[in-house]
């Protein structure tokens, strides 16, 4: 009889299209592991919504892996040092020949796995790894210098020039092995353990219901956004009263859904093509590729996980520090309607639309030039999406510190991006229920009256004067 094979599941959190575990399945019986790790938890910033999400992924995963006669095996463990022992003492207690795991690219997690791979290697044990996250591994996608893109537009043209079948097709599913002699773990409900600790901080709920856990809730969020959203996803993807874009980053991120399944999706309903065809899935396309060229530049620019600027110089800049400042955008109380409401939005949901996470990071790094890493670390405590690399590319975009950045003299006037992208104010009154009696176009901007009337708090900065701070703080880099 063939081997046992152990696979590890950590950013994948599904059966279908999942690269390790097809691999692993062709070589013998599977066994499924999770290790749930406090300190990758901590190291990320995690807050409830994305703890409480994943937990529930696995529970699903369980569900989907017992369909295949597939056990998954639990280990609750501090820190990523406890990792290569909890796999190697699973291992070798089910007999297990072969790890298995798709690779996962932020840098504590890079040096966790290498750790696992010695430790592994040292024991006799076999192990594979697999590119499935994105399309390419970092590295395989290099400028004609052979360095890693730092613009978006080479990396998408040349993901585009070189993406074909080998990244492309979906990874067979295993059929329904012969039940094996060994149980699946319990897993532990998150009520059971220090929430306290695991779970920093707490918002006032966890949003459980907007955002069912598993690959099927993933695919059906999937086929909804396809059948009904996503030819028109070119018009409507940067106005945030519409619901206009997929809302899958969740599954994205967690894996409950894979790059690969959302490709094939955008093909079949676009006579085979990814960048031409429909504007509305070409576009879509797109945003897909922004996530990998994230990815890229996490792997390629390491610095960007030890909390520092993809520019260097902009290490130099002299932020603000003002916790009143910072409370005030936090608990969406600027005075900006727009600003508000997505921040409102963002606690209240664990999510903010696109469009409002550039209006709202640009806003605390340029209008009140506070540090932008307070900023990425607050939308990590609440995202029920917080992914590393594509938070901290957004807030370097944001606060022109990173690659490919918004140039530092692009400031976004808050009043004037929402009244184009807002333009009757229904997002506005949608989040901020004191203002919605008042005209749309009070909302934009409540007069002094209507502000003191409603509660509504006066504008915490004035947008030229704040523009100017911070045309001057950058220019002062030299
Ligand atoms: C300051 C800031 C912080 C962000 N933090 C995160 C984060 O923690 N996690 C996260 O997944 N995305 C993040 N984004 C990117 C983007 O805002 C979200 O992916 C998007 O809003 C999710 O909604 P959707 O699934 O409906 O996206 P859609 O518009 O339907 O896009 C499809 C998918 O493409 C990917 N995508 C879309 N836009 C981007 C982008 N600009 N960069 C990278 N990937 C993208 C996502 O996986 C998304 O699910 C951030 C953007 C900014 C400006």
Not at 97 to 122: C, S
Not at 137 to 165: C, D, I, M
Request: proline letters at 5%; charged letters at 25%; glycine letters at 6%.
């Amino acid at each position: 009889m063939s081997a046992t094979q152990l696979v590890w599941f950590r950013n994948d959190l599904r059966t279908l299209d999942h690269t390790a575990l097809s691999a692993a399945a062709m070589k013998g019986p599977v066994v499924g592991i999770y290790l749930a790790c406090r300190q990758q938890w901590r190291s990320h910033g995690h807050g409830a919504n994305k703890i409480s999400f994943l937990h529930r992924g696995v529970i699903a995963l369980a569900e989907e892996l017992k369909a295949l006669n597939i056990p998954l095996l639990y280990r609750d463990i501090d820190d990523f040092d406890a990792a290569p022992g909890t796999l190697l003492e699973a291992a070798r207690r089910i007999d297990a020949q072969a790890l298995h795991f798709n690779r996962e690219y932020p840098l504590d997690e890079q040096r966790r796995d290498e750790r696992v791979t010695d430790e592994f290697t040292q024991a006799g044990l076999a192990l594979f790894d697999y590119t499935d996250h994105i399309a390419f591994e970092p590295g395989e996608l290099l400028t004609g210098q052979n360095e890693y893109y730092k613009v978006f537009t080479p990396f998408s043209r040349a993901w585009h020039q070189r993406v074909g079948a080998d990244q492309l097709a979906l990874r067979d599913t295993p059929r329904r092995q012969a039940r094996l002699d060994i149980a699946s773990d319990r897993i532990p409900a998150l009520a059971e353990r220090d929430r306290s600790d695991i779970v920093p901080p707490q918002p006032s709920k966890i949003q459980e219901a907007p955002w069912p856990a598993g690959q099927e809730a993933a695919a059906d969020r999937l086929a909804d956004f396809l059948r009904q959203r996503a030819r028109r996803y070119n018009d409507d993807r940067d106005f945030p009263a519409i619901a206009g874009t997929s809302e899958l980053s969740a599954y994205l991120a967690t894996g409950m859904i894979s790059h690969r399944q959302c490709l094939q999706a955008v093909m079949a309903n676009n006579g085979g093509h990814l960048a031409d065809g429909d504007a509305g899935l070409a576009s879509w396309t797109n945003e897909l590729v922004w996530r990998e060229f994230y990815q890229h530049i996490a792997v390629g620019f390491p610095r960007v996980c030890r909390h520092r600027p993809f520019k260097l110089e902009t290490d130099k800049l002299n932020w603000r520090h003002s916790d009143k400042d910072f409370a005030a955008w936090c608990e969406g109380r600027t005075g900006f309607p727009l600003v508000d409401a997505a921040m409102r939005q963002l606690v209240a949901t664990g999510w903010m639309h696109n469009r409002l996470r550039m209006v709202t990071a640009m806003f605390l790094s340029k209008h009140l030039l506070l540090d932008w890493r307070r900023g990425e670390a607050f939308f990590m405590e609440h995202l029920v999406d917080g992914d590393f690399a594509s938070n901290n590319g957004g807030w370097q975009w944001a606060a022109s510190t990173g690659t490919d950045a918004s140039p530092y003299f692009r400031i976004f006037n808050p009043t004037t991006q929402s009244r184009r992208f807002d333009p009757e104010a229904t997002f506005i009154a949608q989040w901020l229920p004191e203002l919605a009696d008042l005209p749309a176009k009070n909302r934009h901007e409540p007069s002094a009256e209507q502000r003191h009337k409603t509660g509504y708090p006066p504008a915490i900065v004035d947008h030229k004067f704040a523009r100017e701070r911070a045309l001057e703080a950058f220019k002062n880099l030299g």
